[in-house]
C-alpha cells in the first residue's frame, strides 16, 4: 500500500502531465469506452458484491442513480431476482446493454441527468450509487442528498459506493484542477464532465448527516472503493 505522502506525490506529478488535457462531456466520455467499461470496472468486483449483501432482505423498489450497464445490479439480483429497480444514466448507449442484460427483470431505465430526475416522495426503500458521485461538488451533492432523503420510505436507506479523498489536500488539489479547467474552456454550469472531485470520508458523511441521514456503515474495501450506508431516521 502506498503511503500517502507517495499517493499525492503521484497525483501532482499526474496533474501536470495532464495540465493540457481539455476535458470531456460526461455521457460523451462512457459513450466513447462502452466496449471495455465492464472490464475496466471489474476492479471493484468484491465492493460489487458487499454491495448485494449489506442490502437489506426486505427491499424489494430500488432506485439506482448512475446505473450505467448494471454491475451492481448484477449482484443484487443474483440474490434476489424479484427487486423492482428503477436505473438513471445519462449514457443511452448503457441503458440499452443494461436493459439487454437483464431483460427478464423488472426494470425501468431513464436517460436523464438524475439531478433532474423527479425521485417523488416517499418512494423507495433503497436509492443507491457506485463510482458515480464523486464527479460533482458539495453544493450539489447536498441537493441531490436532500432529494434522496425525501424520496425514501421512512427507514429506508442510501448505499453508496465511491471514491473518496485521503485527505483534504487531495480534495483542494483536485477540486482545483477541476474548477480552472472548466474556466479555461469556458464550460457552462449545466454542463457535466469527467474529473474526479471526490471528497474525504469526513466530508462526504456531514452532507449525508447535514440532510437528516444516520451513517449506519462505512466499509473500505481492498479494491480501493468506500461504501457507505445511511439511513432515513
Not at 476492479?43 to 432506485?63: G, R
Not at 439480483?77 to 448503457?94: F, H, R, S
Amino acid at each position: 500500500m502506498k503511503s500517502s505522502e507517495e499517493y499525492l506525490q503521484n497525483l501532482k506529478q499526474w496533474l501536470q502531465d495532464t495540465a493540457d488535457s481539455p476535458l470531456e462531456e460526461m455521457s460523451d466520455f462512457f459513450t466513447n469506452r462502452l466496449h471495455d467499461y465492464e472490464e475496466h470496472m471489474s476492479i471493484w468486483e468484491k465492493s460489487y458484491q458487499l454491495f448485494a449483501e449489506i442490502l437489506p432482505s426486505e427491499v424489494s423498489k430500488i432506485l439506482d442513480l448512475g446505473c450505467g450497464t448494471g454491475l451492481e445490479l448484477d449482484k443484487i439480483w443474483q440474490k434476489n431476482p424479484n427487486i423492482e429497480v428503477t436505473g438513471v444514466d445519462l449514457c443511452a448507449n448503457m441503458l440499452d446493454k443494461l436493459q439487454e442484460k437483464h431483460f427478464d427483470k423488472r426494470l425501468t431505465t431513464v436517460c436523464q441527468d438524475y439531478f433532474q430526475y423527479n425521485f417523488e416522495y416517499n418512494r423507495w426503500d433503497a436509492v443507491i450509487s457506485f463510482e458515480s458521485l464523486h464527479h460533482f461538488l458539495p453544493d450539489c451533492k447536498k441537493e441531490l442528498y436532500h432529494k434522496i432523503y425525501n424520496s425514501l420510505k421512512d427507514g429506508g436507506i442510501f448505499l453508496l459506493g465511491d471514491y473518496i479523498a485521503c485527505c483534504d489536500e487531495e480534495e483542494k488539489l483536485l477540486r482545483s484542477e477541476y474548477l480552472k479547467k472548466r474556466k479555461q474552456s469556458a464550460i457552462p454550469d449545466n454542463c457535466y464532465v469527467h474529473f474526479d472531485i471526490p471528497l474525504t470520508l469526513e466530508h462526504e458523511k456531514k452532507l449525508l448527516q447535514e440532510v437528516g441521514f444516520l451513517v449506519e456503515k462505512v466499509l473500505d474495501e481492498p479494491d480501493g472503493a468506500t461504501i457507505i450506508m445511511a439511513s432515513k431516521r
